[in-house]
């Protein structure tokens, strides 16, 4: 969409944009979704006894149809678990209602420069621990 606007305060959301930009298999579109507003997307996790809604800040389109939902984190916090839980949920109700969709937090191996292979957890919430990179997998579009 043009104009795209950005908020550049977030350094790995920017190099997730170069990466969705020069994706080898081909990234049929791109949108940086909104937060806190009906009108952007978001997916159900608990928080407590409540549920709240998940903004995922990327919904992006693949050439072969695959719809793919990733939100950009630094994998040294590791505070994301219900959020991922909430997203992988909802991510394996679609396929199981034969949607090609894909997805999850990613974080990138070099978190300074996020010039490193970024990378998407898999596994479950209460798994995830700083620096521990066990439950990722390399993300390829």
């Known amino acids: 969409m043009q104009p795209f606007h950005s908020d550049e305060s977030w350094k790995s959301e ?3 944009i170069d990466f969705l930009e020069t994706s080898r298999n081909g990234v049929s579109w791109w949108f940086k979704n909104g937060v806190r507003d009906a009108t952007f997307f978001a997916v159900p996790y608990s928080q407590g006894k409540d549920e709240a809604p998940f903004y ?3 919904v992006v389109l693949q050439k072969d149809g695959t719809i793919g939902l990733f939100d950009p984190h630094g994998i040294h ?3 994301f678990g219900a959020k991922s839980d909430g997203l992988q949920a ?3 109700g679609m396929k199981k209602k034969g ?3 894909v997805g999850g937090i990613v974080a990138n191996t070099d978190p300074r420069n996020h010039s490193g ?3 998407l957890y898999t596994g479950k919430g209460k798994d995830a621990k700083e620096g521990d990179w ?3 997998v390399q993300l390829e579009l």
Do not use: E, P, T
Request: hydrophobic share 50%.
């Open 14 to 16: 920017s190099k997730f």
């Open 56 to 58: 995922v800040d990327f």
């Open 77 to 79: 916090l590791a505070d």
């Open 90 to 92: 909802y991510i394996s």
């Open 99 to 101: 949607c090609k969709v």
């Open 117 to 119: 292979s970024w990378m």
């Open 134 to 136: 066990s439950g990722w």
